[in-house]
């Protein structure tokens, strides 16, 4: 699987054009499925904002669903219990590419492994897997306990596909709590390498080799150096 971890989704031309780098073909011709699940676990979140988001409208909207995908569907992990296997498992198999909405990741995670997706992704080398927000931190190991939201009280570990972590909407207008001190503050408690990333910036994770595309600011921290654009 190659990953697209974003903070705001497909927001600039630099990070669509590793997104159709990544899929080795136009976005046009791929079939896409949207994980809105996140959203459910995340207080700030309700029916509308996974409607809007889901349908591709809002002021806040970010190019997810609306990129001119050949086809997209809804894939509600919160849903795949109470079906048979055979039903859902040919439908992300047969995608071109995963869009995995924010939210709570702690939530995503719960719900990855009660799905059985969380057991398939090793097997999904063919697939694209774009996160925003929670759906990019949920592959991380930890997402630090201060975005913890479905179960405060809980454990912040998520599912650890790759050995970073990530701090989402750096430095984002109005959001006192997502300043770089802050993302500072929670680096320290993290431990391991942590990346801060705004909505102009991506990670990308193809083969093991992870890559920054950014038109915007990112940090890194606890390996070796700090680091900053």
Known sequence: MRL???????TNATIRGMLVEMLGKPVEEC???????????????????????????GPNQQGLVDLGWKSIGVLELTVLPSIAPNRWLPWVREADVLLVDGGEAIY???WMRQSGLADLLPSLTDIVWVGVSAGSMVMTPRIG??????????????????????????DYPGWSSNTSES????ATDIGGPAYAIDDQTAITVVDGTVKIVSEGNWHLFNHETERKP
């Open 4 to 10: 697209l971890l974003t903070s705001g989704g497909v």
């Open 31 to 57: 079939d896409a499925l949207f994980i809105p699940t996140a959203q459910w676990g995340q207080p700030m979140c309700s029916p509308q904002t996974v409607w809007t988001s889901t349908a591709g409208r």
């Open 108 to 110: 995503l995670a719960h």
């Open 145 to 170: 306990r201060q975005f913890l939201e479905w179960n405060p009280h809980g454990s912040d570990d998520a599912m650890g596909v790759v050995d970073f972590s990530i701090f989402p909407h750096l």
């Open 183 to 186: 993302a500072r503050r929670w």
